[in-house]
């Protein structure tokens, strides 16, 4: 693998900090929060400005931003809010369940879209100001947190039979190599 400088001279970002940004599958990249002092034209419910936070896109074009903290190292709210990218402009809501289950205000952490859930992963608690070891999972279907998570028979099938057949290839693998 090697690194390759791209030259790009139009349509370039304006110079930032701390932001999210998500790829659409046409190939646009939104860039939007963090340092840049510029604000993003758009309608609907109020969120505070914020850095140092995550964001999510789903198949049908929503962005989910969680969490972040303001330029006062401040919590901000809400933790979680929607960009519907389908408007124009676009329009952020913040869904009424959201605050049910939610996690703290937290920082610094990730979040990565897993079929239908938003897994947020560690990051600093502002209001206890403390590191986080936990992981949180938002519905993104119902617009809920999950309290408890039971995966579908099937991955657990798919999961046990995967790692049979790996721990099989690595044995045999052993085998072939003369390495007990």
């Known amino acids: 693998m090697t690194w390759k ?3 790009i001279t139009n349509n370039l970002p304006s110079l930032s900090s701390k932001y999210s940004a998500g790829i659409f599958p046409n190939g646009i990249i939104v860039y ?12 609907g419910d109020g969120i505070d400005s914020r ?4 964001s999510v896109l ?11 903290r303001s330029i006062n190292s401040t919590s901000v709210s809400p933790n979680l809010a929607i960009l519907d990218t389908n408007k124009s402009p676009y329009e952020w809501s913040i869904p009424s369940s959201s605050k049910d289950n939610s996690p703290p205000s937290i ?12 897994i947020i992963t ?13 992981v949180y999972l938002y519905d993104i279907t119902n ?21 049979a057949f790996t721990d099989w ?12």
């Open 143 to 163: 617009n809920t947190w999950v309290t408890r998570f039971e995966p579908s028979p099937f991955h657990y099938f798919y999961s046990k039979v995967f790692k």
């Open 5 to 7: 400088t791209l030259s």
């Open 51 to 54: 850095s140092n936070f995550t």
């Open 32 to 43: 939007f929060g963090g340092q840049d002092g510029k604000d993003l034209d758009v309608t």
């Open 169 to 180: 290839a690595w044995n045999r693998n052993r085998i072939n190599n003369n390495k007990f």
């Open 122 to 134: 560690f990051g600093y608690d502002i209001d206890n100001q403390t590191y986080s070891s936990k």
């Open 107 to 118: 920082y610094g952490h990730t979040a990565n879209l897993y079929y239908n859930y938003m």
């Open 58 to 68: 789903t198949p049908d074009r929503y962005i989910i931003i969680f969490g972040g």
